[in-house]
């Protein structure tokens, strides 16, 4: 009977979050969302997938770019595109310095990643400069049936990404061999997909998301991936989501590619990984798989939790109207995410 009452329960939770968050996707795509007014920067046009080479050359140096954040754009296939950047105080003028790009999740945008995830004080804290970009419609394309209109409309979402690192690092002195990634939910699919089509960045950092969509060859790259058991929209065990329509219809949405310790694996395998080191602490278990040329490839599970990013801002009432999982207090994802971007720089 009490198995029963708390599957219910569950049934009735997940079906209540679908319907809100479909319905409030429906009222994102059919507005703008209000933002308030931000510095912006001239438009520049970059080639569809542009990024910076390895061996490219720092930047002019900050001056083009304020303190504090900013909003700037580019235009990718024919669409003005819009990302936000955050460049701390002490920002050296001259010495290279690392670019995390922090890609929101689907329903989110670069205004809100920033507000919530914790990374501008992680930058203020330790010294690089990080990049908020926006997903039209409020989320990504990262296979052809999720997720939302951009699947639908086959936008490039990578070119996009690739044409922002390139733009940072013409106004800012980035240093190519520590560009990084990091994502939640359908922005951590979207990390995936970079680690699969691109070699620009380091190591990428995912939340409560997974590889969709066709990945035949990737290089070899370091990857820390955190995922709560519990999560209902991206199921830790494979399981179609919460949202998942099959990829079908206006707003596809089709989640799949089998459990997370398997994609894990297959990442692994890529970077010829020894065996996985073990630990658990409280509901936390971490799987570390060091790499030839100085890579590892990190899985860190925590036991109940949801959709969420660990250490997170308290919710926002959007959140909770959407449904959406309470932070995990295990750890903080932002923290540790950083820790694992700067002791794996290109090469180790």
């Given at each position: ?181 990091a994502g939640m939910s359908n922005g951590g699919m979207l990390a995936y997909q970079l680690a699969c089509q691109t070699t620009t960045f380091a190591a990428i950092g995912v939340v409560a998301g997974k ?35 099959g990829g079908v219809g206006p707003l596809p949405v089709r989640i799949d590619g089998g459990p997370v310790p398997e994609q894990i694996d297959r990442w692994r395998e890529i970077a010829r990984c020894a ?73 180790g």
């Amino acid at each position: 009977m009490e198995q029963r009452t708390r599957r219910a329960a569950t049934v009735r939770r997940t079906t209540s979050a679908t319907l809100a968050i479909a319905g409030v996707l429906t009222l994102l795509i059919g507005c703008d969302a209000v933002r308030p007014p931000q510095r912006e920067t001239p438009a520049s046009t970059a080639p569809a997938g542009t990024a910076p080479t390895r061996s490219a050359a720092p930047g002019p140096g900050p001056a083009a770019v304020p303190v504090g954040s900013s909003t700037h754009y580019v235009t990718v296939d024919g669409r003005k595109r819009t990302f936000r950047l955050y460049r701390p105080a002490e920002l050296s003028p001259s010495a290279p310095v690392p670019l995390v790009v922090m890609l929101h999740g689907a329903f989110g945008s670069g205004q809100q990643a920033e507000a919530a995830y914790g990374w501008n004080t992680a930058a203020d804290r330790h010294g690089f400069v990080v990049a908020y970009p926006d997903g039209l419609h409020r989320s990504w394309a990262v296979s052809a049936d999720c997720c939302g209109p951009p699947a639908r409309d086959d936008v490039d979402d990578v070119a996009f990404i690739g044409a922002t690192v390139a733009t940072i690092s013409t106004r800012l002195p980035v240093d190519p061999h520590r560009v990084y990634a990091a994502g939640m939910s359908n922005g951590g699919m979207l990390a995936y997909q970079l680690a699969c089509q691109t070699t620009t960045f380091a190591a990428i950092g995912v939340v409560a998301g997974k590889l969709l969509g066709r990945c035949p060859s990737p290089a070899p790259i370091s990857v820390i991936h955190v995922h709560g058991t519990a999560d209902d929209v991206v199921p830790y065990d494979g399981r179609p989501g919460a949202l998942d329509n099959g990829g079908v219809g206006p707003l596809p949405v089709r989640i799949d590619g089998g459990p997370v310790p398997e994609q894990i694996d297959r990442w692994r395998e890529i970077a010829r990984c020894a065996a996985p080191e073990v630990r658990t602490a409280g509901p936390t278990t971490t799987s570390v798989a060091r790499c030839p040329g100085g890579r590892d490839v990190t899985l860190i599970a925590i036991a109940g939790a949801g959709h969420q990013w660990p250490g997170a801002a308290p919710q926002s009432a959007a959140e909770r109207l959407l449904g959406l999982d309470p932070p995990a207090t295990a750890l903080v994802a932002t923290e540790s995410i950083w820790h694992f971007f700067d002791t794996h720089p290109v090469g180790g």
